[in-house]
Nanobody, 111 residues
């Protein structure tokens, strides 16, 4: 059974940093892209970043230059390093891989 488990969310002041991690069990983070999405209250889930099987990355314009996605093949995890956080980054952040989604981790940025 495939499980994706996010961790690393929390409460941080504007301008601060957080590192989210997505750990996979029952599957391997290789070949296929891994995505981070987020959903703020009253908003649709939106794309944040993804990393492909060959390590290429892509980011939403709203986070470009502030967020960095990376993959640790040995640990079978994908991380999202978030810096210069803004209140508008407040959302539940989800890891997505093929047909599977994690349960999400809450990120709250206070002004």
């Amino acid at each position: 059974q495939v499980q994706l488990v996010e961790s690393g969310g929390g409460l941080v002041e504007a301008g601060g940093s957080l590192r989210l991690s997505c750990a996979a069990s029952g599957t391997i983070f290789e070949v296929y892209p891994v995505y981070w999405y987020r959903q703020a209250p009253g908003h649709q889930r939106e794309f944040v970043a993804h990393i492909t099987g060959d390590g290429s990355t892509n980011y939403a314009d709203s986070v470009k230059g502030r967020f960095t996605i990376s993959r640790d093949i040995a640990r079978n995890t994908v991380s999202l390093e978030m810096s210069t956080l803004k209140p508008e980054d407040t959302a539940i952040y989800y890891c997505h891989f093929r047909a599977w989604w994690g349960q999400g981790t809450q990120v709250t940025v206070s002004s």
